[in-house]
């Protein structure tokens, strides 16, 4: 019987091995095995990586260099999208997740197959390669837009908001890690208007471009200009009034909700398609989403206490 519960992170117990994915705490237990799906903040504490030093963390290239610029981490083994590799006597095999530069979901295989998304997204986008559905006995699956009001737009109507929005110059807010690339891409590569960048978001441009990413041609200066588009993260202030906030919470109020997130929908799909006898909602709106699975569809789920 595998056991999945909050401990400093999501810990999967399978009895005689556990394995912590994304911890942000230190964990009552010990794991064997830690997993790390992306950098951002939430999802790592790199002073927690640092003290669980004896215990093998896997993540992608990507990552370890978004979260740990000084190479500080020890026990570190890298793991590629489409790569499987056994660490610690647990079978792991790593899928893009499609939610930012590096994130992976993964498959953990010892007596059960349990696969965690983490962060996620199915939509093909302008920028990375979408997740794919991992069929396993038991899903952990995110719910940060688990609620069914939350339901976007298709990427191409949000792609056209975006570029009106952009002839005229303004602030784009997007997350400094995410959206604010797949902005950049979009505004750049549409050549409507070479946009501008905030220098935090370069600083992450670069890594993006260092593995691959095309984000095209774009300036990097402090503050905006009048009729240049400028991409700011989300806690740039301006006394600008026109500024446009990228994020999946403004579907409920201002903005384009543009998310790096799956979305209701897509959240849905992905767990009639895994075929889980057991499903987990961690994140967000997970109460919700446990709750629209199993009294609408008969499945078996649960939120994550």
Excluded at 219 to 239: H, Q, W
Aim: include cysteine; charge should be positive.
């Amino acid at each position: 019987m595998v056991i999945a519960k909050y401990d400093g992170g999501i810990m999967v117990n399978f009895g005689d091995k556990k394995v912590l994915f994304d911890p942000i705490k230190l964990p009552s237990e010990k794991p064997d095995l830690i997993a790390v799906t992306h950098a951002h903040s939430d999802h790592h504490n790199v002073r927690v990586l640092r003290l669980l030093d004896k215990i093998p963390k896997v993540m992608s290239l990507p990552t370890l260099k978004i979260l740990d610029p000084k190479g500080r981490l020890r026990n570190v083994i890298l793991i590629g999208s489409n790569e499987e590799k056994e660490i610690a006597g647990i079978q792991v095999y790593a899928h893009s997740s499609g939610h930012i530069l590096g994130s992976l979901e993964f498959i953990v295989s010892y007596k059960y197959d349990v696969a965690f998304t983490g962060d996620f997204n199915l939509e093909r986008r302008i920028i990375l390669t979408p997740a794919r559905v991992l069929r396993s006995d038991i899903l952990v699956i995110e719910a940060t837009y688990g609620d069914p009001r939350y339901v976007f737009p298709p990427r191409a109507e949000l792609y056209r908001r975006v570029l009106e929005i952009a002839k005229n110059g303004g602030i784009l807010i997007g997350r400094k890690i995410g959206v604010s690339q797949e902005l950049t891409a979009l505004l750049a590569l549409s050549r409507v208007k070479v946009p501008a960048v905030h220098p935090s978001i370069a600083e992450i441009n670069k890594i993006y471009e260092k593995f691959g990413e095309i984000l095209g041609p774009y300036l990097v200066i402090e503050d905006p200009v009048e009729e240049r588009p400028y991409i700011a993260p989300i806690n740039y202030s301006s006394v600008s009034t026109n500024i446009i906030r990228c994020t999946g919470w403004a579907l409920m109020g201002n903005g384009i909700p543009l998310s790096s997130h799956a979305d209701f929908n897509q959240l849905v799909d992905y767990v009639i398609r895994s075929r889980a006898e057991k499903v987990y909602t961690i994140y967000g709106f997970k109460d919700k989403l446990a709750e629209f699975l199993k009294r609408t569809l008969g499945i078996d789920a649960e939120p994550l206490k």
